[in-house]
Every structure is written in structure tokens, then in C-alpha cells.
């Protein structure tokens, strides 16, 4: 039988780690990063980011499992022209944490500033497999 019920104290002890990071990063890039350096440096993949963040308290998602809240931005750099299609959050140092699709992709030109609503990270409860 395959796994049916995980604890929440087991999923928040992965978005403990993110909580943890007090001072976050989040990018927009111009496709999905897949570690720390496509996720921040430009004209890889970021083309703006926000930096000093510190993500919200572990908390019941919406619909399953448990989450973590990424705080609205409204005052991002952006550093490349380009299209931004994903969001990555590191560690600010070293550690790509999170990454995901935005709404909906944003023209963004250098020099100007973007703004994001607010991300849920999201670790889903288990579900049987038959």
C-alpha cells in the first residue's frame, strides 16, 4: 500500500528550511532556472530581481497539504530586456530554494521596476496510488 497520510509537521520541515533563509531573493527570468547561477545572473536566465526578502510562516494551503508565502513585490529591478516567464527564489547566496511559472509571461525593459503578487509555495499532501 502506498503512502496515504504524511504529517504536517514532515512537510513543515521542508518549508521550514525555506523560512529559514531571511534573507531571500527572487528573480524573474527568462526561462525555468535550474540551479542558484541560471536563477541570478543575467543575460543567463534572470532579468530582475528583488532582494531582502523573508518569506511567511507554514501554513495549510488552500486545497491540500501545506505552504509557504512569498510577500508581493512591487518594487523589482529589472535588469535585462527581455521576456520574464518564471520566478526563482534562492537563498540570496548559493541555494536555489523554489521555482515556478508565472501568471502569465511580462514584457520587462531594463531600468524599470516590476511588481508580482504573492506566491504560495505549496507541498502537496500524499495521495494513493493504485
Excluded at 532582494?51 to 511567511?56: R, Y
Aim: proline residues 1%; negative net charge; glycine residues 8%.
Amino acid at each position: 500500500m502506498a503512502g496515504e497520510y504524511i504529517n504536517d509537521e514532515a512537510f513543515d520541515q521542508g518549508l521550514d528550511y525555506i523560512i529559514a533563509q531571511n534573507d531571500c531573493r527572487i528573480d524573474i527570468t527568462s526561462q525555468v532556472a535550474t540551479n542558484y547561477s541560471e536563477a541570478t545572473t543575467e543575460d543567463t536566465h534572470s532579468v530582475g530581481f528583488k532582494a531582502g526578502l523573508t518569506v511567511g510562516a507554514t501554513e495549510a494551503a488552500d486545497v491540500d497539504g501545506r505552504k509557504v508565502v512569498v510577500p508581493e513585490i512591487t518594487n523589482g529591478e529589472v535588469t535585462v530586456t527581455d521576456t520574464a516567464t518564471h520566478w526563482a527564489l534562492t537563498d540570496g547566496a548559493a541555494i536555489l530554494l523554489a521555482t515556478g511559472e508565472l501568471t502569465s509571461s511580462q514584457a520587462v525593459t531594463d531600468g524599470n521596476s516590476f511588481s508580482l503578487d504573492a506566491i504560495d509555495i505549496i507541498h502537496r499532501d500524499a495521495t494513493a496510488v493504485a
